[in-house]
């Protein structure tokens, strides 16, 4: 493969990224995920400290749970010529008051558009919480997120099905709506499978 037919260039662009500098407390580490022949395609909302520290999109509690969601193991999670995982924030954003700050909103609109157009394998995309819903769906998205998922079925004949976060801090919607273990998840797996054989 050349260099031209490779996302190696933009990729080292990316994670050399200092456009929010100025406002990362814990200063910039963009971490990202993709190939050219990436099939699926994550989207979440920003790296949280954890991932901050390792640079492994999803390396934490949330991704053990996505993982489990998705039905795949970690080699296959993190193997970039079958997965890629690209955030509305590509840094983490800092956090007040327990939580963590939404995606600085610069990022996406600055990588998304150079980088997500290049990944022509794609067949499906997860948009992972609210911020990832917003960017991949736009005005197709419902009043809350919990709209937007139950709406799942529309959005992924678009080839985009939206999730909730993995976060343990979502347990209560995940029991507030039992639905989505019982009727999506079942569906996530067979998509996701048949995308990645």
Request: net charge positive; proline share 9%; with cysteine.
């Amino acid at each position: 493969m050349s260099r031209r037919d490779s996302l190696a260039p933009l990729l080292a662009e990316i994670r050399a990224c200092r456009l929010c500098a100025a406002y990362l407390t814990d200063g910039p580490r963009p971490v990202v995920q993709a190939s050219m022949s990436s099939r699926l395609l994550i989207v979440g909302q920003a790296p949280g400290r954890k991932v901050h520290a390792s640079g492994i999109p999803f390396d934490d509690v949330s991704g053990d749970r996505l993982r489990a969601w998705l039905a795949v193991d970690r080699t296959t999670f993190y193997d970039a010529e079958r997965i890629a995982i690209v955030g509305m924030g590509l840094c983490f954003p800092g956090s007040s008051r327990g939580a963590d700050l939404p995606p600085r909103p610069e990022c996406a609109p600055m990588w998304h558009p150079r980088l997500l157009p290049r990944l022509k394998h794609v067949q499906l995309t997860l948009a992972i919480g609210q911020y990832a819903q917003v960017g991949m769906l736009g005005e197709r998205r419902g009043q809350s997120l919990t709209d937007t998922v139950q709406a799942w079925r529309t959005h992924l004949a678009h080839g985009v099905l939206p999730l909730p976060h993995p976060s343990p801090r979502n347990q209560a919607w995940l029991k507030r709506n039992p639905w989505f273990e019982q009727e999506l998840l079942p569906v996530l797996r067979r998509q996701v499978a048949q995308v990645l054989r």
